[in-house]
């Protein structure tokens, strides 16, 4: 019999939440009292990842530095995951139970900007960490290095492991993570993420599919010979009016979006060559696949129209999010029983400066410069507009994690304002407050076997009609560039 059947036989599956008046445990101190002393390297994480701003599976620099710092921390680390050398894998411990924690660490394309509160790149058409990546490694590192250390100080039984996962922005470390086994002997899966609010992150994302379309065709002098090319281009046009018209028919929660990455060369060559990007999302998995399905026939349509050849090449396949109740009340109480960030006056004058753009371009006014409150459980879940690879993790493994304010209020993602800000002690701030309770949330598991067994409960009864499919075609390895 496992360990999980022998903990089933003597634990009442309802477990209560843990409190959060309820005092916080000698382990669950050592873990902050590690946090505190390890604050200095976390924010000097946060600043080099944030500099560096290396984009998803060239996340060289940013990845090395996070195995240094855990193998100077006493951690087993395996690098190369999944056959991405930027992917990696830290253990401490050993047996049941096993609590993984999630790290990010890729930039966004064409992002770069000082972290001052008016736009100024670093580095002109540079990547810059628009979605607080840079933090969300260090908070995960610093969360690990203070498990590890509670683990040991009070000789507690298990597995802590930290799991570097690159390519977030394109959604494929996790997914090709998952692909190769890498979660399956995982208890409880744990993850963050910096945002403008302190709140659990309870509710589902986007499944979606990101695939290129590549249209090739003939070559010919635009004005000489244009009877005897076949244009490329005019395939990824019409393709693209096609999915154009296909909006008026799909579910409101659909989402189609493309760029054009290869257009031809000169306008008075008929382009051999065209490639067009797409993303297509939904809420639910199953809608995905069949929009993704009436995608391939309008290419399929446009290649006939224009007399090419096409080719589709599936980059990555990621599912909707799994809610998990009894985590996300685990981690509500975490955030609610530690104070969350105060911020000085000069940070709230920066904030409000990042804020006056966004004013101006939307016409909108802020509540706030700063959220410094913990918002409350919502009582249902929620869908965000966005896609995660989280989400494929959570099909297999009961997932949960938390958000914490590291950008002005009401900031919207992706935007210049949020690289400023998670490169200043605003996103310092977010980022320590993360690896507080994600280490405290940690260590109740640990500490606590019947919160793992209700996890793991309402894991399996989300998962009773679903069934994990793929569009990944079978023994694909992980595309070595973004574009």
Known sequence: MNYWALRLASIVLCAPCVSAQEPLSPAQQTALASVSAHENEIKEVNRTIWALAEVGLQEHKSSALLVEKLKSAGFSVQTGIADMPTA????????????????????????????APYQ????????????GHSGLGAGALGAAIAVKEAMERHRLPGTIRLYGTPAEETII?????????????????LHWHPASKNE?????????????????????????NPDQGRSALDGV?????????????????TRLHYVITDGGGAPNVVPNSATVWYYVRAD???????YFAWVQDIAKGAALMSRTKLSIAIDTDCHEIIPNQPLAELIQANLKRLPPPKFT???????????EPLKELFGRTFEKTLDEEVHDLPAVPETTKGSTDVGDISWHVP????????????????????????????????????????ACTALDLFQRPEQVVAAKTDFKEKMKDRTYTTLIPKGQKPPTKIR
Request: with cysteine.
């Open 345 to 355: 006056p000069e940070e709230h004058v920066f904030a409000q400066r990042l804020q």
């Open 284 to 290: 639910d998995h199953q809608d995905v696949e069949r």
């Open 88 to 115: 990696f894998v830290a253990s401490y411990g050993s047996g049941q139970p096993i609590i993984g924690i999630l790290a990010e660490y890729d930039a966004l394309p064409d992002l770069s900007q000082k972290s």
């Open 237 to 253: 046009e019409l393709m693209n009016i096609g999915v154009n018209f296909m909006r008026e028919h799909v579910k409101e929660d």
């Open 120 to 131: 100024e790149p670093l580095e002109p058409g540079q990547p810059g960490h628009g979605c």
């Open 200 to 224: 659990v992150w309870h509710g589902s994302s986007k499944a979606m599919v990101s695939a290129k379309f590549t249209f090739t065709g003939l070559s010919a002098h635009a004005a000489g």
């Open 399 to 438: 997932t949960s994690g938390l958000r914490t304010a590291c950008f002005p209020a009401g900031s919207p993602g992706h935007c210049w304002q949020n690289v400023a800000s998670i490169g200043s002690s605003i996103g310092d701030k977010g980022t320590v407050y993360a690896a507080q309770v994600l």
């Open 173 to 189: 470390g996790k997914v090709y993570m998952q692909l190769a086994g890498v979660f399956d002997d995982l208890d409880v899966c």
